[in-house]
């Protein structure tokens, strides 16, 4: 088998590669100790590997309606987290898990949305176009938040969070937009399944990587890793369900698609520039909520096809 067939092969399982990656740092926990140093790379690898896979033309379509893309970005980006603060001065839970849901909801949606949401049967583009404009908005909008209006405590001042958001995305897309011009659009169209496949490896080390020490965790304080556990599911799913209630007079189908953008979170973007300063159960939250994230869109497609029948 040739490494394009190997990589179609790969694209083809997707789901289920994904889901066993997961378990599979649960279950070695040796496995996911040697693949931990990798997690930040491939964060990175992953983004430019996304990027390259934009259609440029669909971009600029969507950007010159860009009244709805807008709305929607400030629920998820300012509103959300906001929101979630709000709740918690009211609700009282332990600082480390309301530190873990914010950081959450002020980074973006993750890179996968427009594959999701053509899995779901919801409007990729769309997702596409609201992912691409956080990605830019995320160096300012990320550090006021996270830093300045909600108060959290992280080792690294402002100007130095944003200084490194800046060059992740930056950086990405300076990589991507060399990658595609090297590379060529017609010949990255013509191997988009050998690509899905790459991008599958590359989740799939990240999944593993980043369960270091969930196992090691979860025997020694069992209850907090439940709990992380338990409210990554609930944090997933009642961001769906507030994003689509929000959206819903504007049609089901737009409304399913801010849905899934609120409650798919790129936490790999906030693990990796906050890197060594990243606390440590926050670690544990992103780790914990890949379940959710890669368990959530084959539970819920009848759910989906379901309610766009509707």
């Given at each position: 088998?040739?490494?394009?067939g ?8 997707g ?25 930040l ?23 010159r ?19 979630w ?21 002020t980074?973006?949606p ?33 550090p006021?938040?996270a830093?300045?209006?909600?108060g ?42 050998a ?81 060594e ?34």
């Amino acid at each position: 088998m040739t490494v394009r067939g190997l990589c179609e092969w790969i694209a083809g399982r997707g789901a289920l590669l994904l889901f066993a990656g997961v378990f599979a740092g649960l279950a070695v926990p040796p496995l996911a100790a040697l693949l931990r140093p990798t997690v930040l790379p491939v964060t990175f690898l992953l983004f430019v590997a996304s990027l390259l896979r934009l259609d440029l033309g669909m971009i600029l379509h969507h950007a010159r309606r860009p009244a709805r893309a807008v709305l929607i970005l400030a629920a998820i980006m300012v509103g959300a987290p906001l929101g979630w603060a709000a709740l918690f001065k009211l609700v009282p839970a332990p600082p480390s898990l309301v530190l873990s849901i914010i950081l959450t909801t002020t980074t973006t949606p993750v890179l996968s949305s427009p594959a999701f949401a053509l899995l779901l049967g919801l409007e990729a583009e769309l997702a596409l176009i609201v992912v691409l404009a956080a990605m830019l908005l995320i160096p300012i909008t990320m550090p006021a938040l996270a830093l300045a209006l909600l108060g959290l405590q992280i080792d690294l001042s402002t100007a130095e969070l944003m200084g490194r958001l800046a060059a992740f995305v930056g950086g990405g897309f300076a990589l991507a937009m060399a990658l595609r011009r090297l590379i060529g659009p017609a010949r990255i169209k013509s191997e988009a399944r050998a690509f899905d496949g790459a991008m599958v490896v590359i989740l799939v080390v990240f999944a593993i990587g980043v369960m270091d020490g969930v196992t090691a965790r979860l025997l020694a304080e069992p209850g907090l890793v439940i709990l992380f556990t338990a409210a990554a599911f609930l944090l997933n799913a009642a961001q769906q369900i507030l994003g689509a209630a929000v959206f819903w007079l504007s049609g089901r189908r737009l409304a399913l698609t801010v849905g899934l953008l609120f409650g798919y979170r790129n936490m790999a973007l906030v693990l990796a520039v906050l890197g060594e300063a990243a606390p440590a159960d926050f670690v544990l939250f992103v780790a914990v909520a890949q379940l959710p994230m890669y368990m959530y869109p084959v539970a819920t497609l009848p759910l989906y096809r379901w309610l766009l029948r509707g």
